[in-house]
């Protein structure tokens, strides 16, 4: 699998990451209304694509030799 390939499906992995993130914290205020939610939607929906994306992101900069460690 080439490179730009794999950057694709890192880009999806996130963007997917990201909607059921913010879909899953939408739910989860409206179903409990007295719940007050300590962030906005779409920051629960970044962390969730961050932590989808970033490990496989450097495993993939240590494997093409970008990331020396």
């Given at each position: 699998?080439?490179?730009?390939?794999?950057?694709?499906?890192?880009?999806?992995?996130?963007?997917?990451?990201?909607?059921?993130?913010?879909?899953?914290?939408?739910?989860?205020?409206?179903?409990?209304?007295?719940?007050?939610?300590?962030?906005?939607?779409?920051?629960?929906?970044?962390?969730?694509?961050l932590?989808?994306v970033?490990?496989?992101?450097?495993?993939?900069?240590?494997?093409?030799?970008?990331?020396?460690?």
């Amino acid at each position: 699998m080439s490179n730009l390939s794999l950057i694709v499906v890192l880009l999806v992995l996130l963007a997917l990451g990201y909607q059921f993130g913010t879909r899953r914290s939408r739910s989860v205020a409206t179903v409990n209304p007295n719940l007050r939610m300590h962030s906005r939607p779409h920051h629960y929906g970044m962390m969730v694509g961050l932590w989808a994306v970033l490990p496989a992101f450097l495993f993939f900069c240590y494997g093409c030799g970008c990331l020396l460690l």
